[in-house]
């Protein structure tokens, strides 16, 4: 079974401030893992994923997310958080001997402070 | 391009009610999904359609709800009767390749909140 935890239900930080936001996660097979951002009453929006290759992955609005095996980690950071950045962010990941569903965490929300 | 959309964007019904959601895909994508968001929790699977074929259902709660895409393009899906505990977010999703293949992105529609009374 696939597994996706999110420690923190949320995460505050000072505009200007390094943000990351933490993602675990669980497989048999080999991960495909996504990020995803809800900004309020809005859609999830696709952030960036890993399939294979380099361990550092450069998504949309300067995200970027670190692959590591042997953490089995997938934290999505960004070196200068914005006001704007203030959203709900969801890990997901898909099993690669587990079909095509993404299993998701519960979702961390980060607010950004001026 | 246009995104994935979803109608209606809220429902609320009274338990035992009926109620359809639908979902239009992009353009193209042969491959959609439903997830729901209930009560605040995880973003959990319903279901897979490729073209206008249930390909894994695994994720269905129970035999009240019903899903549908005749034809391979827009997709509903129907609750009934619907009960308080189907309160929450239903989302879409769609993706031109199943993610088996290449890791293929799924793109979310905006969901439908839903609220049983």
Not at chain 1, 12 to 32: D, H, Q
Not at chain 1, 80 to 89: I, K, P, R, T
Request: net charge positive; hydrophobic share 35%; aromatic share 12%.
């Amino acid at each position: 079974a696939q597994s996706v935890a999110q420690p923190e239900d949320q995460v505050n930080v000072a505009e200007g401030n390094p943000l990351t936001v933490k993602c675990t996660y669980s497989v048999s097979g080999n991960p495909y893992l996504f990020w995803y951002v809800q900004y309020p009453n809005r859609g999830l929006q696709f952030l960036l994923k890993y399939i294979t290759g380099d361990n550092l992955v450069k998504g949309s609005y300067g995200f970027e997310a670190e692959f590591n095996k042997s953490q089995t980690s997938f934290h999505l950071k960004k070196p200068s958080a914005l006001v704007s950045d203030s959203a709900l962010y969801f890990c997901a990941v898909r099993d690669g001997a587990a079909g095509n569903k993404l299993t998701f965490g519960g979702g961390t929300r980060v607010l950004v402070k001026p | 391009e246009a995104g994935v959309t979803q109608f209606p964007s809220h429902s609320v019904i009274e338990k035992g009610q009926t109620v359809t959601l639908r979902c239009d895909p992009i353009s193209g994508h042969d491959n959609l999904y439903w997830y729901r968001r209930v009560m605040g929790k995880e973003i959990k699977f319903l279901l897979h359609f490729v073209k206008e074929s249930k390909q894994d259902e695994s994720g269905m709660p129970n035999n009240r709800f019903l899903a549908e895409r005749t034809g391979g393009t827009y997709s509903t899906l129907k609750v009934q009767p619907a009960e308080l505990e189907d309160s929450g977010v239903y989302f879409c999703a769609s993706s031109s390749t199943p993610l088996i293949f290449r890791g293929e992105t799924q793109y979310f529609g905006p969901g439908t909140r839903l609220l049983v009374l």
